[in-house]
């Protein structure tokens, strides 16, 4: 089965220390995505890849780090410098190219830092 | 700078009714709109895209209409089930052309049986 995979579903993790959660797809997409939700908001952008071994920051990078070194994989880290890092994480992926092709996202990944 | 907006309070419809949700913009003329369902918890699911020199486009129960002129896309379900119930997310590629995808906040539609 196609689709794009999001590990683990449930995050917890201490104050201070950095997380990585896991994104891969098996959709052959070029482009991928990092996205946080908090509750009752919408979708912004942490950070995109349209190719391997580049990426750039979106609307709210700061604090977080990614790595693209496969096409199915974007790994993102939440480092210790994210001020709120608890929040709904999801990744996305698409085949590149602005004519207007659709997303598909993974489940989720529900961080609590306590 | 560019702004989507959404009705972000949720929006009650009875059953069997046509519910009606709106997505406008602002600051530029997007070549598209895409609208995507999410349902609590889970990622979202892409519904339905326009493209500017679309008027209208359905799909089953669902229509979508793009009005470059107002800057308005407006969403519709007809027939309303309960199922249908979830957050509605209008997304617009970005300004830049770099591929992005941007989110309004979304609308939560519950439909009361």
């Known amino acids: 089965d196609g689709g794009i995979t999001q590990s683990p579903k449930y995050l917890f993790r201490k104050e201070g220390q950095n997380v990585t959660l896991s994104c891969e797809q098996n959709l052959n997409h070029d482009a991928m995505y990092w996205y946080r939700q908090d509750p009752g908001q919408g979708l912004r952008l942490i950070y995109y890849s349209q190719i391997v071994n580049d990426f750039q920051k979106g609307d709210i990078a700061e604090g977080y780090s990614v790595s693209r070194e496969k096409k199915e994989s974007f790994p993102l880290t939440v480092t210790s410098a994210q001020k709120n890092p608890t929040a709904f994480y999801l990744c996305a992926s698409k085949l590149y190219g602005t004519g207007g092709t659709e997303a598909f996202f993974g489940q989720g990944t529900r961080l609590t830092v306590v | 700078s560019q702004k989507i907006e959404q009705n972000s309070e949720a929006l009650n419809i009875q059953e069997g009714k046509t519910a009606t949700l709106t997505c406008n913009y602002t600051n530029y003329s997007p070549a598209y709109l895409q609208w995507y369902r999410q349902d609590p918890g889970r990622g979202p699911v892409f519904l339905l895209l326009i493209r500017e020199n679309e008027k209208e486009k359905r799909k089953e129960r669902l229509k979508v209409t793009f009005d470059t002129t107002l800057k308005q896309s407006l969403f519709h379900i007809t027939a309303s089930q309960p199922a249908d119930s979830a957050t509605y997310l209008c997304?617009?590629?970005?300004?830049?052309?770099?591929?992005?995808?941007?989110f309004g906040k979304g609308t939560r539609l519950h439909i009361l049986p």
């Open positions: 997304a617009p590629p970005s300004p830049n052309r770099d591929d992005k995808i941007i």
